[in-house]
């Protein structure tokens, strides 16, 4: 119930006899002050109510995207953040320094084959406080590699089955939304001239893995990326990378705002398809 009186300057003000509140001055939409009524609660200044004058308490939290990956997804990740913009969040594991010392031994933020995805993200999940809004991501370049061209890959294609398998059940365990990103290709001419790297690739194998993993995605209900078929109708391998593996700087604005285009049409609520936005 509301009880109106006058206050000194004859203006009616409000006590709300059910509620402890009160306020002493007239009410400020009638006082010229500038800012909406309201009524104060006892223990709470009034001022200490936001209103529409304050942004950045109005501001929802932005989205967070949590990228895991090789060397790949750092350097595309450089601009991923700018590409989505303020109402997303993009974050990765630490080392990005240590990374960089070199692109080709996993350390630091590039995580390297699944088996190390699987170590990483299980250890993170462990902790009950890995909640990011979308997880994006990818591993393949690593296990696909070969200490001579007739060696053995690093990690078999069993092993790389049961690796994503067992991260796509630890996900759906742990209620964490999250989509996987395909391998990027390689040219077997331009990565394996140069004998000194240590190891080789074979964009058959690269075919090979990505096929197991569309698979197993398919079977989790994950949503797939296909950073390959983007990545590859962006020109001819010549114009494409930069070294062995890695592309060119314009290739990954390219790919991040290819990414940036698929994860806001998923957070719109938009068909979003193995080759992104439909």
Same mark, same amino acid.
């Given at each position: 119930?509301?009880?109106?009186?006058?206050?000194?300057?004859?203006?009616?003000?409000?006590?709300?006899?059910?509620?402890?509140?009160?306020?002493?001055?007239?009410?400020?939409?009638?006082?010229?002050?500038?800012?909406?009524?309201?009524?104060?609660?006892?223990?709470?200044?009034?001022?200490?109510?936001?209103?529409?004058?304050?942004?950045?308490?109005?501001?929802?939290?932005?989205?967070?995207?949590?990228?895991?990956?090789?060397?790949?997804?750092?350097?595309?990740?450089?601009? @991923?953040?700018?590409?989505?913009?303020?109402?997303?969040? /993009? $974050? &990765? *594991?630490?080392? +990005?320094?240590?990374? =960089?010392?070199?692109?080709?031994?996993?350390?630091?933020?590039?995580?390297?084959?699944?088996?190390?995805?699987?170590?990483?993200?299980?250890?993170?999940?462990?902790?009950?406080?890995?909640?990011?809004? @979308?997880?994006?991501?990818?591993?393949?370049?690593?296990? /696909? $590699? &070969? *200490?001579?061209? +007739?060696?053995?890959? =690093?990690?078999?294609?069993?092993?790389?089955?049961?690796?994503?398998?067992?991260?796509?059940?630890?996900?759906?365990?742990?209620?964490?939304?999250?989509?996987?990103?395909?391998?990027?290709?390689?040219?077997?001419?331009?990565?394996?001239?140069?004998?000194?790297?240590?190891?080789? *690739?074979?964009?058959?194998?690269?075919?090979?893995?990505?096929?197991?993993?569309?698979?197993?995605?398919?079977?989790?209900?994950?949503?797939?990326?296909?950073?390959?078929?983007?990545?590859?109708?962006?020109?001819?391998?010549?114009?494409?990378?930069?070294?062995?593996?890695?592309?060119?700087?314009?290739?990954?604005?390219?790919?991040?705002?290819?990414?940036?285009?698929?994860?806001?049409?998923?957070?719109?609520?938009?068909?979003?398809?193995?080759?992104?936005?439909?």
């Amino acid at each position: 119930m509301h009880r109106f009186r006058r206050s000194a300057n004859g203006l009616p003000c409000i006590r709300h006899r059910g509620l402890n509140t009160r306020r002493k001055e007239c009410p400020s939409w009638l006082s010229n002050a500038g800012r909406p009524f309201v009524l104060g609660v006892q223990g709470f200044p009034l001022d200490s109510f936001p209103t529409a004058s304050d942004n950045n308490l109005m501001k929802p939290a932005p989205l967070m995207i949590y990228s895991v990956g090789d060397s790949i997804s750092i350097q595309y990740g450089e601009y @991923l953040g700018e590409m989505l913009g303020e109402k997303f969040q /993009v $974050k &990765r *594991r630490d080392g +990005d320094r240590e990374a =960089q010392e070199n692109w080709n031994i996993p350390k630091g933020s590039n995580s390297g084959d699944s088996s190390r995805v699987l170590e990483f993200l299980k250890a993170r999940m462990a902790t009950g406080n890995f909640r990011p809004d @979308l997880l994006i991501f990818n591993c393949g370049l690593h296990d /696909v $590699k &070969r *200490r001579t061209p +007739d060696g053995s890959v =690093q990690v078999s294609m069993a092993a790389y089955r049961a690796n994503l398998e067992e991260l796509a059940n630890l996900l759906k365990l742990h209620g964490i939304p999250a989509a996987w990103i395909r391998i990027t290709h390689s040219n077997d001419s331009i990565h394996n001239k140069d004998s000194a790297l240590g190891f080789y *690739r074979f964009s058959a194998d690269i075919e090979a893995y990505n096929h197991v993993a569309d698979e197993v995605m398919e079977a989790a209900d994950l949503p797939v990326i296909d950073l390959e078929g983007f990545t590859k109708r962006l020109g001819t391998d010549d114009q494409l990378f930069l070294d062995h593996v890695h592309f060119q700087k314009n290739v990954r604005r390219l790919q991040a705002g290819f990414l940036a285009g698929w994860i806001q049409s998923y957070f719109a609520g938009k068909t979003v398809g193995k080759c992104g936005p439909v």
